[in-house]
């Protein structure tokens, strides 16, 4: 199955400069379509009355979201993709929070920041492969200080309140992994890359990262290595 690709941008230079970032970053992209604005990427998506993409027999896997657009924001359309089966990346200028952690919030799946070399934004978009979130490097030191800087004003463990003894949390369902799902859990604890487990399993590495996004969401993790001590602790590998 030919990988697909969507560019929503409205510049034209900068539209071209990111298929050019695709074509290196990836080498089995076989298919990118560009567009100027939501309704063109909507229209392309076969968005239905209600405003989701229409279940689509050869969806998009990567979708890049602009986020200034001249008839609306990238943020709506991230919105509208929150159950569409691709990886989203914001591909923007701004580097504010009045634009980042909206952006989270809506489900994006990256943010990478234009403005950044050409050869900067290959190597985000390549971890992809990896499992990682393509962030530009301005973009993850500024994840960093605010979570370091958030809530300043809490008191310390030691001059808390006193709480109630937390109440255990409930076990996922862990039955719910598909055979599939658990076969990608199994590479994945013993340390297999993306790229790897799609080559041994003989998919596509993006069919890979959407069972690792399902893997994650139904065992409550959202990394590997919780992935891989909590399949070891359940017996589940």
Same mark, same amino acid.
């Given at each position: ?13 900068? !539209? ?20 100027? =604005? ?16 229409? !279940? ?18 990238? #943020? ?10 691709? *990886? !989203?990346?914001?591909? *923007?200028?701004?580097? =504010?929070?009045?634009? #980042? @952690? ?11 920041? /234009?403005?950044?070399? @050409? ?34 004003? #809490? ?34 604890? /013993?340390?297999?890359?993306? /790229? ?36 070891? /602790?359940?017996?589940?590998?």
């Amino acid at each position: 199955m030919a990988v697909k690709v969507l560019i929503l941008e409205d510049n034209p230079v900068a !539209r071209g400069f990111l298929c050019r970032v695709v074509k290196e970053s990836f080498s089995d992209i076989s298919s990118i379509t560009e567009a100027g =604005d939501l309704e063109a990427a909507r229209r392309l998506l076969g968005h239905t009355a209600g405003g989701r993409p229409a !279940r689509a027999d050869d969806p998009y896997q990567l979708i890049l979201v602009d986020l200034e657009l001249p008839d609306g924001s990238g #943020l709506e359309l991230l919105q509208e993709l929150s159950q569409y089966p691709a *990886t !989203r990346i914001v591909t *923007t200028l701004y580097s =504010d929070d009045e634009h #980042l @952690f909206p952006a989270l919030q809506c489900g994006a799946d990256g943010y990478l920041l /234009k403005e950044d070399r @050409f050869e900067v934004l290959v190597e985000e978009l390549q971890k992809i492969v990896r499992g990682q979130p393509p962030l530009s490097p301005a973009i993850a030191r500024r994840l960093l200080t605010h979570f370091r800087t958030a809530d300043p004003q #809490l008191p310390s463990a030691s001059m808390a309140a006193p709480v109630n003894p937390p109440q255990p949390a409930p076990q996922p369902d862990y039955e719910r992994l598909t055979p599939r799902e658990s076969e990608v859990l199994t590479y994945l604890s /013993k340390g297999f890359t993306i /790229k790897e487990i799609a080559s041994l399993m003989g998919i596509k590495w993006f069919t890979v990262n959407d069972h690792i996004k399902s893997i994650y969401k139904k065992l409550n993790v959202s990394s590997r290595a919780e992935a891989a001590v909590l399949a070891s /602790k359940q017996g589940l590998v």
